[in-house]
């Protein structure tokens, strides 16, 4: 039986129903490249804006801060306007999250799984710089996830650091091992139990892939397992013996 993705389906239902000059025929032949560069690339009228997009498309969720320093772009009214205009695309969302301590937010844009995994097909061996990104992201996040005080920091800096550290493995694993012993360190188990809890959920880095997930949602994080462990030393700290067997269970 032949068989479609509902994510698909929905967006070029999307597209069918809000451009006019679509036609059947262009829908029926469309590829994921033809549908990033008709659908995303052409409506952003903006050289700005696109110089953002390779480094949007691998964090995935991030505030104005880690894209700036992901893109490599000043801070100044041109990032901004950028910025402000990415915000305004229908396959951003957009979520204020509470800093730990609890007196501060910050608004986290995302950008849409489904989207995004078209975004990162487009990009791949292309021109370089969703690589050019990934390096200088990696570098500017692993040193704040492990210098900052963890005060100023929430879960999409973690996250998006091991989304661009993933290629490196031994690099990723001793920056997580830092991480785990930074959290146990600070003694707030509620706050690390957010963090690798989310991490390790259905929009984390770290999420789990079952068996029968298709291709298109892409391998399971090698760091999983070492995201597990740590989960479940928070959970033991924390005195919560039913979520630290859930997470051993699994690492074995």
């Known amino acids: 039986?032949?068989?479609?993705?509902?994510?698909?389906l929905a967006l070029y239902g999307a597209w069918a129903r809000e451009d006019p000059d679509v036609t059947p025929e262009t829908l029926a032949s469309a590829t994921a490249t033809q549908y990033v560069e008709l659908r995303i690339i052409r409506?952003?009228?903006?050289?700005?804006?696109?110089?953002l997009l390779p480094a949007a498309t691998l964090l995935a969720h991030f505030d104005e801060r880690m894209l700036r320093l992901?893109?490599?772009?000043?801070?100044?009214?041109?990032f901004q306007a950028a910025f402000d205009r990415l915000r305004q695309q229908e396959w951003i969302d957009q979520r204020s999250v509470t800093l730990r301590g609890g007196d501060e937010s910050r608004?986290?844009?995302?950008?849409?799984?489904?989207?995004?995994?078209?975004l990162l097909d487009y990009y791949h061996g292309r021109d370089g710089r969703i690589e050019e990104a990934r390096r200088r992201a990696a570098d500017e996040l692993e040193r704040l996830t492990l210098e900052e005080d963890l005060a100023g920091l929430d879960w999409s800096y973690f996250d998006a650091t091991l989304r661009v550290l993933e290629?490196?493995?031994?690099?990723?694993?001793?920056?997580w091992a830092a991480v785990g012993h930074r959290l146990l360190a600070e003694r707030d188990l509620e706050w690390a139990g957010g963090l690798t809890g989310f991490l390790l959920g259905e929009d984390g880095a770290a999420?789990?892939?079952?068996?029968?997930?298709?291709?298109?949602?892409g391998p399971e994080s090698r760091l999983?397992?070492?995201?597990?462990?740590?989960?479940?030393?928070v959970l033991l700290h924390a005195g919560q013996p039913a979520g630290v067997t859930a997470a051993w269970d699994e690492v074995a």
């Open 1 to 8: 039986v032949d068989r479609c993705n509902p994510y698909d």
């Open 43 to 51: 409506r952003l009228r903006s050289d700005d804006l696109e110089a």
């Open 70 to 78: 992901a893109a490599g772009m000043p801070d100044d009214d041109r």
């Open 107 to 118: 608004l986290i844009l995302d950008v849409e799984a489904g989207v995004r995994l078209r």
């Open 167 to 175: 290629p490196e493995p031994a690099r990723a694993a001793a920056w």
């Open 207 to 217: 999420a789990r892939r079952p068996p029968d997930a298709p291709p298109e949602a």
């Open 224 to 233: 999983r397992p070492l995201v597990l462990a740590t989960h479940a030393a």
